[in-house]
């Protein structure tokens, strides 16, 4: 088998193998008590250029997008609505098992949240962001199913655009917040697309 053919062939693999190596590298500097120079990067870069008065109630608004209260909300709604029971079943395990894992990984690491910028008070462990990987869970498994099941091609990549950027908006709304570094949104990231990776080849 041609090299291409392979990796056209396994190329979700591939990514999950790649994603899970850069969070255990992540996972291992930050078990080592090492800050990271993207960490000071990230947050030099938005405060510097972003964080603002008038920004800061807006991005307050859109971290609750990621939170457990508007998750089992707009899960539930989507029970009710889908008529496919059994994706609106899938969507609420994806929620559950998204959400057990990062604590469960938040236990392993027990990584201190950042204390020197807080905007935000927010308890528990920091790595990795549960509202960074849970969204990219939650939000990625929706940008799958629309991808697979809308017809009009305007309405899939409108959609697909906009859950995209909110699960971007929500990682970087975390860092902006003081509540977490960049690697933890990264972490979360990576996690989240490795789980998927595997949850949607087993839904």
């Not at 041609?2 to 291992?28: D, Q, R, S």
């Not at 307050?60 to 939170?67: S, V």
Request: glycine share 6%; hydrophobic share 50%; charged share 15%.
């Amino acid at each position: 088998m041609k090299v291409k053919e392979f990796i056209e062939k396994n190329v979700k693999w591939i990514a999950l193998f790649i994603c899970l190596v850069l969070v255990i590298g992540i996972a291992e500097d930050v078990l080592d008590n090492e800050i990271y120079r993207l960490d000071v990067i990230g947050y030099n870069f938005i405060s510097k250029h972003i964080i603002s008065d008038n920004i800061t109630p807006i991005v307050k608004i859109i971290t609750q997008f990621g939170g457990a209260t508007f998750f089992i909300a707009l899960a539930t709604i989507l029970l009710v609505a889908i008529k496919n029971k059994k994706i609106g079943f899938f969507i609420w395990i994806n929620l559950a098992t998204s959400a057990l894992l990062n604590k469960i990984l938040k236990h392993i690491v027990q990584r201190p949240r950042p204390t020197e910028h807080r905007i935000i008070d927010e308890s528990g462990y920091s790595f990795p962001s549960g509202h960074s990987m849970v969204s990219a869970a939650f939000y990625g498994l929706l940008i799958y199913l629309i991808y697979k099941n809308v017809k009009n091609k305007y309405l899939k990549w409108g959609l697909i655009t906009i859950l995209s950027l909110l699960i971007f908006l929500i990682g970087t709304s975390r860092i902006y917040l003081g509540v977490h570094y960049t690697s933890d949104v990264l972490a979360g990231f990576l996690v989240a697309i490795s789980y998927l990776i595997v949850f949607i080849t087993a839904m």
